[in-house]
């Protein structure tokens, strides 16, 4: 069983900055892999960013040069840097993480973008 607890999410105008947090119960190294999906009103959740157990990472076109997606082995966590936010980008965002056997979700946390 992996727990995940997000943390981050907050207000914020257009063009700036938020750093979203994501730390796992286990050790990273049990995890082959980290996501961060979002959801926002009246949509289907959405991959935005994952980072494998290689640093491999992959990301949605529509957040591709402005969010970067990393981990601090140490702490057990995954981070999803956002930058150049747009009002589009508003939505609960979640973690996820994958062992060889299950997958995990965060709670979420909401991030708003907005003036």
């Known amino acids: 069983q992996v727990q995940l607890v997000e943390s981050g999410g907050g207000l914020v105008q257009p063009g700036g900055s938020l750093r979203l947090s994501c730390a796992a119960s286990?050790?990273?190294?049990?995890?082959?892999?980290m996501s961060w999906y979002r959801q926002a009103p009246g949509e289907e959740r959405e991959l935005v960013a994952d980072?494998?157990?290689?640093?491999?990472?992959d990301y949605a076109d529509s957040v591709k040069g402005r969010f970067t997606i990393f981990r601090d082995n140490a702490k057990n966590t995954v981070y999803l840097q956002m930058n150049s936010l747009k009002a589009e980008d508003t939505a609960v965002y979640y973690c996820?993480?994958?062992?060889?056997?299950?997958?995990?979700w965060g709670q979420g946390t909401q991030v708003t973008v907005s003036s």
């Open positions: 286990a050790s990273i190294f049990s995890i082959t892999r």
């Open positions: 996820r993480a994958f062992t060889r056997t299950s997958g995990y």
């Open positions: 980072i494998t157990s290689y640093n491999s990472t």
